[in-house]
């Protein structure tokens, strides 16, 4: 019986948009998607204590979502250079790609 927890990826891409055309960055081996997490912030006052019907548990409100990082697992070759450094560029670029 097959596992319905494994995910296959075999044959997925890593891409990015040039302005122009989607370009595959080659040479990928694993991807590591994002894990958004999210802050709480407490929300306890002093007055919700009131004496004739205490709640002594503290409250929290949700805060900012954080969309994570993602992570690649590159194998290091010369010969497919280019496409790897554009997203070096990408990432020092004044703007955002």
């Known amino acids: 019986m097959a ?10 891409r890593f891409q990015r948009n040039s302005g122009v055309a989607w370009q595959d960055i080659s040479q990928i ?7 958004k997490t999210r802050t709480e912030i407490e929300t306890t006052t002093i007055d919700q204590y009131d004496g004739a019907n205490p709640d002594p548990h503290k409250t929290y409100v949700g805060g900012l979502i954080d969309g994570g990082s993602v992570s690649l697992d590159t194998i290091f070759n010369p010969d497919a250079l280019d496409n790897q450094r554009l997203l070096e ?3 020092e670029a004044a703007n955002p790609v």
């Open 3 to 12: 596992n319905k927890n494994v995910l296959h990826a075999q044959g997925t």
């Open 29 to 35: 081996k694993d991807i590591t998607p994002p894990a």
């Open 89 to 91: 560029a990408d990432i």
